[in-house]
Nanobody, 124 residues
């Protein structure tokens, strides 16, 4: 079994930055590609960004392009989401997710393992 645990969420003013972390434990070989999703109140969960197993390929949603950056450190079994120039509309619960294939997908149905989520609130 593999477990994902997010951390780093919190309250920040618009224009500020946060760095989310996702710690991977247990059977770390069960996940390769990692991704971040988010869900705002009353909305569907949406893809934010993803990264391949070796970190050589990344994907990012248009709504956060140029502001959010995904990375990972396989030696530490961690993935990260650096969020800059935050806006109130970025307020959401952020989830990390993983699956066994090498490359990320924008579809949440493709992911087999999910963290519990971390709240990010951006005040105006």
């Amino acid at each position: 079994q593999v477990t994902l645990v997010e951390s780093g969420g919190g309250l920040v003013q618009a224009g500020g930055s946060l760095r989310l972390s996702c710690a991977i434990s247990g059977r770390t070989d069960y996940v390769a590609a990692m991704a971040w999703f988010r869900q705002s109140a009353g909305k569907e969960r949406e893809f934010v960004s993803g990264i391949s197993y070796n970190g050589g390929y990344t994907d990012v949603a248009e709504s956060v392009k140029g502001r959010f950056f995904v990375s990972r450190d396989n030696a530490k079994n961690e993935a990260y989401l650096e969020m800059d120039i935050l806006k109130p509309e970025d307020t959401a619960v952020y989830y990390c997710a993983g699956h066994a294939r090498d490359y990320p997908s924008q579809s949440e149905e493709d992911y087999t393992t999910w963290g519990q989520g971390t709240q990010v609130t951006v005040s105006s």
